[in-house]
């Protein structure tokens, strides 16, 4: 059967087609271990089980594509042994790394290179030299290209540069591969490079591939990386079906290495069209704005629609949260449910999001963040975790700031926040826990003395440094737990440990001798990100988001209030210093100058806001913010567009 391609816009009903096809299948098909489903993320991936019968459920592989690869390379690695003579540990299974020890690993060697004369054109830190080198390598592999040529690439496209830093970062990624495949570790950079270098296309594999899987499900195609889109169309025609859906609207994940002009290129041709040219998730109005913005940004006309947004205008950023808190409060009043809004602002700081939070319960409004940075430390449960953690080590010479004793007091022992940062007025001044005096006792009242005094107890107990894992566990299990309303936390301090533990098993292989407490505790702080952990989202609640969050999620909203309008954060394009996403893409030959910046800015800019109003069903609210955090003018893009192109209602 010749595999079928389904081509909308957003929200044309894609998605649904595809389980609807699946759904049949399964009812002619027993056989549902040999469907492969892939999805874009774990979102997504959730979306798509709750949505087909539990009884077949279980038998079908919905995955991503990297969890697949991932587990391909655990069955067949024996096979990627025999053909990479690089791996010198020759184990049953490689160990997989986490985000945070691959990091460490990393910023180790940009240090040392440091130390010795590289990277001085640089004005960055280890850790964002490190990650803009990790971020080079896993968007070239991912787009097919050899890591070897990661830097002459970068070096061809950015002439005005200095070629010796792209050198001193191919000297970094060099020893970093190099020690993870000597050990048979893996992160997943190597994952891509070993499954499509070593193990994809070796017969053994190939075979037992097409016994294995007869039936191709993939959805968001569009936002499919070229590894991925070349595996599809290398095992296409192994498929008895196949059922492709892809959005004309997509490429929001262009800046992680999706390429949709790739996509078709490769596969449009070897498949029949089903063309769907509804829209089940956005109005008229939505969507001739969205068409009319896109044709103004990116070809520069000049069209106006009539479709109505209102605008709230302010100063400073504090006005921008009271005034998105009175918007959705006017909102509610006037019918709608929570769960039919959705706040989403370019950039969200910790501070913003919980201000946004704490405005709309005080309301009685429930709220829900969608954006999770991936950083621990960004974790509630966790901050206060590792701060109990440094309270406990005073010999590593850490002091936990005074927000984050306060935090925590508050947290643990249940403490407003004013008594909570008398107490830590107190402790920060002492550089260590220890016993208060008579007149903080006082201030902060007897009862939060007596859960301090039981901190200090039970701290009291522990005198000499365990690895850190079990130190993690015995704080777990012996203090956090019993706390109030540590039930729902205990997930995330579980991970915290498994990532101690994880982190132990590397570093004893790659520097064996030591206490790797310290180093962990000090990863974390720095905001180095760790496994993503994902809330079940609720049914009925405020969804606070960035526009990639929320693109990223399964999601449609009856009122979108857009926040901070004349912010270049919307238009960011996710170059940076060291790193460049598009140079990597298979559509990419040219030098990168001002213009081609300015024309990615104006593709990503106009590529979120068509696919945020084509899920957007009835209105939209733009909160415009005047001034940046320093009291300068914001001067980005979209406002203006957004003033040129609709009727603005104040």
Not at 310 to 319: A, F, H, M, N
Not at 333 to 347: E, H, M, T, V, W
Request: charged share 25%; hydrophobic share 40%.
């Amino acid at each position: 059967m010749t595999p079928l391609l389904i081509k909308g816009q957003a929200g044309s009903g894609k998605t649904t087609y595809l389980i609807n096809k699946l759904m049949e299948l399964t009812e002619r098909h027993s056989r549902t271990d040999e469907i492969l489903f892939f999805t874009l993320n774990k979102p997504n991936m959730n979306h798509i089980r709750k949505n087909i019968d539990l009884v077949i459920n279980t038998g079908i592989n919905i995955t991503t594509f990297p969890r697949f690869i991932t587990e391909e390379l655990m069955l067949f690695w024996p096979a990627v042994l025999e053909n990479c003579s690089r791996i010198e540990v020759k184990e049953p299974q490689p160990v997989l790394i986490d985000a945070l020890t691959a990091h460490e690993i990393m910023r180790k060697i940009v240090e040392r290179l440091q130390r010795e004369g590289a990277f001085l054109d640089i004005k960055a830190t280890s850790d964002s030299i490190s990650l803009e080198i990790m971020h080079n390598f896993s968007r070239a592999v991912s787009s097919l290209i050899d890591y070897h040529d990661i830097s002459n690439i970068l070096i061809s496209s950015h002439p005005n540069k200095n070629p010796i830093v792209y050198k001193d970062m191919e000297k970094a990624l060099d020893e970093y591969i190099d020690l993870l495949l000597s050990h048979g570790l893996i992160d997943y950079g190597l994952t891509a490079y070993l499954y499509n270098n070593f193990l994809r296309d070796t017969e053994i594999y190939r075979k037992q591939f097409e016994k294995r899987f007869k039936y191709l499900f993939v959805d968001n195609l569009e936002e499919s990386n070229p590894s991925m889109v070349s595996f599809i169309s290398s095992f296409l025609n192994s498929f008895e079906e196949a059922y492709l859906a892809f959005s004309t609207d997509g490429g929001y994940s262009m800046v992680l290495g999706a390429s949709p002009s790739y996509a078709l290129n490769e596969l449009e041709g070897r498949c029949s069209i089903e063309d769907l040219d509804k829209s089940y998730t956005s109005s008229e109005s939505m969507i001739n704005l969205s068409n009319a913005l896109q044709s103004n940004i990116n070809d520069g006309t000049f069209n106006i629609v009539s479709s109505p947004v209102r605008l709230v205008e302010c100063e400073y950023k504090s006005d921008m949260v009271y005034s998105a808190v009175e918007e959705v409060k006017k909102l509610i009043s006037a019918g709608f449910k929570p769960g039919d809004i959705s706040l989403i602002a370019p950039y969200l700081d910790p501070v913003t999001e919980e201000l946004l939070i704490s405005g709309l319960k005080a309301s009685g409004i429930p709220a829900f963040p969608l954006t999770n940075t991936g950083r621990l430390i960004d974790q509630p449960f966790i901050s206060n975790a590792v701060t109990l953690t440094l309270l406990a080590h005073p010999w590593w010479d850490i002091h936990p700031t005074h927000s984050e004793l306060k935090d925590t007091f508050t947290a643990c022992f249940d403490m407003d926040p004013v008594r909570a940062s008398i107490l830590a007025d107190f402790v920060e001044g002492k550089n260590t826990l220890s016993h208060l005096d008579q007149k903080t006792i006082m201030r902060i009242g007897f009862n939060s003395n007596d859960k301090y005094e039981r901190l200090l107890d039970w701290l009291s107990t522990y005198t000499e440094e365990i690895p850190i894992d079990s130190f993690l566990e015995k704080l777990l299990w012996d203090y956090l737990i019993p706390l109030p309303a540590a039930g729902e936390n205990i997930m995330a301090t579980k991970m915290l440990i498994d990532m101690a533990s994880g982190y132990i098993k590397i570093m004893e292989v790659i520097s064996p001798g030591k206490m790797y407490g310290r180093d962990f505790i000090t990863s974390v702080k720095r905001g180095v990100k760790g496994i993503e952990i994902l809330e079940e989202m609720p049914d009925d609640a405020v969804i606070i988001a960035t526009p990639y969050s929320y693109l990223m999620n399964p999601l449609a909203s009856k009122v979108q209030i857009w926040l901070d309008a004349s912010d270049k954060d919307w238009e960011d394009n996710g170059v940076r210093p060291l790193s460049n996403p598009y140079v990597f893409l298979p559509e990419w030959n040219g030098i990168w100058t001002t213009y081609t910046e300015e024309l990615y800015s104006r593709y990503m800019l106009s590529n979120r806001i068509v696919n945020l109003l084509k899920r957007c069903r009835d209105s939209l609210i733009v909160i415009d913010c005047h001034l940046t955090p320093r009291f300068t003018e914001q001067n980005g893009m979209l406002m203006e567009y957004l003033q040129n192109t609709c009727r603005i209602i104040p």
